[in-house]
């Protein structure tokens, strides 16, 4: 199965969809909250060029935002 | 395949559209993006008329719940109309996937979307640095100076979200004052964290992997400076998604779609329009949602009336078939 790794804010709608995306479809993820864990987010920002949130990472290949189309296709859904 | 009436968007227009376009057993389809307009990434909000408090999720989950309890109404989602043009028996609209749909009456409800500053960097540095969206990124700038364009309610919202947060926060307005409530104007300016910058034209976004700084035209001095900070959040209003009806409707400079406050009409018979992408003055979720209601009575009307007018198509046309074919 893929290691699926989010990176989120609490506040951030985007991020909540892209989670119920998962649940939805059963995909086990780890949920990291860059608002709290500086540790994260200096890990997002060096593994994806990003600073903005949802940053979705599947077996290291990374997703920005909550594109529905981009994950399904590296989760082959 | 012909539908009665095509509503385009679903925010509180299109789906207030879209549940009466049911009531009234109209063949329907909507064509959006998404559900719950430009609200969908509010924190919390507190005016809609019924609902004390609920995020911007949580509104457009119950905008969508309503409109898909009308079994009836197609809902095509993600999908986006790109143009309009007129077809024989009413509309033809294209869409980004490739799809054509053609419908008797239109109801354009695409609402509006954030204005860009239009400068060098911007585009470079989306989502490197350059946010639309403090709700969901303030926390990403711990720790660091960030600046907020725009001197209105929105751009004061967003110092407050990054209150918390950034290290020092520069408010730019390119007008001479903020035009934002003063309560909230007070409340920021006892912050030693921000500096309010007025009279500013900002010129460029600058950066290497993520952004790094600003450059600014001080209209006070009529020197550039610069800003050295890590995120800019633009704040500077919003633009009609009007785009793609090109020139078959009336539009104002802004770009917004105008109609007759009494009905939605459009210049375009059978085009009606509501919400933010038309020229009512006040955007909010409950007036659009009002508006998107008599769009959708005034094209039910329009429908009735075209049907009754096609016998007398008929006879004109001395026993060939009507050239309208309701």
């Not at chain 1, 990291?32 to 987010?41: F, N, Q």
């Not at chain 2, 919390?44 to 008329?49: L, R, T």
């Not at chain 2, 986006?80 to 490739?98: C, F, L, P």
């Not at chain 2, 633009?239 to 078959?248: C, G, H, T």
């Amino acid at each position: 199965m893929a290691k699926v790794t989010i990176y989120i804010t609490p506040t951030c709608v985007y991020c909540k969809m892209t989670k119920e995306f998962f649940k939805k479809h059963n995909i086990a993820y780890e949920e990291k909250d860059v608002s709290v864990d500086d540790k994260a987010r200096e890990e997002m920002a060096a593994k994806s060029g990003q600073l903005g949130v949802p940053v979705v990472d599947i077996d290291g290949k990374i997703i920005a935002g909550f594109d529905k189309e981009a994950i399904k296709e590296l989760l082959k859904l | 395949m012909i539908y009665d009436i095509i509503i385009i968007g679903g925010g509180p227009a299109g789906a207030a559209a879209g549940v009466y376009s049911a009531r009234k057993k109209l063949k329907t389809l909507v064509i959006t993006d998404n559900f719950g307009g430009q609200s969908l990434v509010s924190d919390s909000i507190e005016n809609w008329i019924g609902v004390k408090k609920m995020t911007g999720l949580e509104f457009a989950k119950m905008l969508e719940e309503h409109v898909r309890a009308h079994e009836d109404v197609e809902i095509k989602m993600p999908e986006r109309a790109v143009s309009v043009k007129e077809a024989e028996n009413g509309y033809e609209i294209s869409t980004d996937k490739n799809n054509i749909y053609q419908s008797k009456a239109l109801i354009v409800t695409s609402g509006g979307r954030r204005r860009r500053l239009g400068v060098p960097g911007e585009d470079k540095f989306g989502g490197r640095g350059v946010s639309y969206c403090s709700t969901c990124d303030a926390p990403v700038f711990r720790n660091k100076p960030v600046a907020v364009i725009g001197g209105g309610n929105a751009g004061l919202e967003v110092v407050i979200d990054l209150m918390p947060y950034a290290s020092k926060i520069y408010l730019i307005s390119n007008k001479e004052l903020l035009t934002g409530d003063p309560s909230i104007q007070e409340e920021i300016k006892k912050s030693d964290k921000t500096s309010v910058i007025i009279n500013a034209d900002i010129q460029e976004i600058l950066g290497d992997k993520f952004v790094s700084g600003l450059k600014y035209f001080d209209k006070n001095d009529n020197q550039i400076k610069e800003l050295k900070v890590g995120g800019v959040f633009v704040e500077i209003g919003s633009v009609p998604n009007s785009e793609f009806v090109k020139v078959l409707v009336k539009k104002n400079q802004a770009g917004e779609i105008i109609v007759d406050h009494k009905t939605g009409a459009t210049s375009q018979p059978g085009i009606f329009a509501a919400g933010d992408v038309t020229d009512e003055i006040y955007k909010q979720n409950s007036i659009s949602a009002g508006d998107g209601v008599t769009a959708l009575l005034s094209a039910y009307n329009y429908l009735l009336n075209i049907k009754k007018q096609s016998p007398a198509l008929t006879e004109a046309t001395e026993g060939k078939p009507a050239k309208r074919n309701f």
